[in-house]
C-alpha cells in the first residue's frame, strides 16, 4: 500500500503520518527530514538546500525526484511507503506517477489533510523542533517547561521555516504551487477529504476507516 498525505504546512502531516506507517507498517517518508539530514551533513546539496528553504521555497523537482527513487527503491519500503510533504507541485506528482510505473508500483490512496488557514498559521507559530532528538512539538498542544523537549531533554528551537515571515510565504507558495496537485489527484480519483483540526485520535480514526476500506 503507498500513500500520500497532503495539505498545507502545519496541518498535522509529519504526526499522521508516523501512526500510519506504525499501523500499517509502512515506510515513513518524510521528505521534510531527508532535506534536514541533508543540511546537517554540511554538504554543497545540503547548503544549497538549506539556502532556498530558509527563503521559504521549494526545493527543486530534479533534487526531489532523485531522493524518493533512492528511497522507494530501499529494502525498507517493500511493505509500502507513505509520504509525507511530497509531492508540492503538479510537475513533482507527474514525476511520481512515472517513478512509480517505473517500479511497478501504485499510488493507492492520497489523503487530503483540511485546516483552516488562520488555525495553521497559530500552529506553526507555536511550533519548534528540538535540536538533539528532531522531535516536533507545539507548545499549544504538548506539556512544555523551559522550552526543553519533553522525549530526550534537549533545548526546543524554532525551525527557519516556521520564522513568521517565511511562514506568510509558505503559505503563498502552498496556493500558488500545492493547491493544484489536489485537483490533479482528485480527478484520478485517489483523493479523500480528512478534517485535520480534531485531536491526533480524532484525525487518525478518519484516516484510519479509509484506509480500511
Known amino acids: 500500500m503507498n500513500i500520500i498525505l497532503f ?3 502545519g496541518v498535522g502531516k509529519g504526526t499522521q503520518a508516523k501512526l500510519i506507517a506504525d499501523k500499517y507498517n509502512l515506510k515513513h517518508i518524510s521528505t521534510g527530514d531527508i532535506l534536514r539530514a541533508e543540511i546537517q551533513k554540511n554538504t554543497e546539496l545540503g547548503n544549497k538546500i538549506k539556502s ?3 527563503a521559504g521555497k521549494l526545493v527543486s523537482d530534479d533534487i526531489m525526484i532523485e531522493i524518493i527513487r533512492k528511497t522507494i527503491s530501499s529494502d ?3 511493505n509500502g511507503i507513505i509520504l509525507d510533504g511530497f509531492p508540492r507541485t503538479v510537475p513533482q506528482a507527474i514525476a511520481l506517477n512515472k517513478l512509480f510505473q ?6 493507492n490512496f492520497v489523503i487530503y489533510l483540511e485546516v483552516d488557514e488562520e488555525q495553521i498559521i ?13 522531535k516536533i512539538v507545539n507548545t499549544l498542544i504538548d506539556k512544555v517547561v523551559d522550552m526543553i523537549c519533553p ?14 515571515a517565511t511562514i506568510l510565504n509558505r503559505m503563498k507558495v502552498y496556493r500558488d504551487s500545492t493547491e493544484p496537485v489536489k485537483n490533479y489527484y482528485q480527478q484520478q480519483n485517489l483523493l479523500f477529504f480528512v478534517d485535520g483540526s480534531g485531536s491526533v485520535n ?4 478518519q484516516i484510519d476507516k479509509i ?3
Do not use: A
Not at 507559530?125 to 528540538?130: K, T
Not at 480524532?202 to 480514526?205: G, K, M, N, R, T
Open 7 to 9: 495539505g498545507p504546512p
Open 52 to 54: 532556498i528553504l530558509e
Open 76 to 78: 525498507e519500503s517493500k
Open 102 to 107: 517505473e517500479l511497478n508500483g501504485k499510488i
Open 122 to 134: 497559530k500552529r506553526l507559530e507555536n511550533r519548534f523542533s528540538c535540536e538533539n532528538c528532531g
Open 151 to 164: 522525549s530526550c531533554g534537549g533545548r526546543l528551537i524554532k525551525r527557519d521555516d516556521d520564522q513568521p
Open 202 to 205: 480524532e484525525v487518525f480514526e
Open 211 to 213: 484506509l480500511g476500506t
